[in-house]
């Protein structure tokens, strides 16, 4: 899980999470974590998520509109 947070006036805010559906606890997803520069992408590690092939990793993008 991946915790969101707003910044304002020095005071930070969870706002949500991010979650994989297909996920399990040993995909270790969130382990490395990039925010575009204008915040609207986010992608999300999962340097052991098994669905390509046994620990192969994979990378989820989520979209803020």
Excluded: H, R, W
Excluded at 32 to 54: E, R
Excluded at 56 to 61: D, I, L
């Amino acid at each position: 899980k991946v915790y969101l947070y707003s910044v304002a006036a020095g005071v930070a805010t969870q706002t949500g999470t991010v979650t994989a559906g297909d996920a399990a606890a040993s995909d270790q997803f969130g382990i490395a974590v990039s925010l575009s520069a204008d915040g609207s992408m986010l992608a999300v590690g999962a340097n052991t998520q098994d669905s390509a092939a046994t620990n192969a990793g994979k990378v989820y993008f989520y979209e803020f509109v």
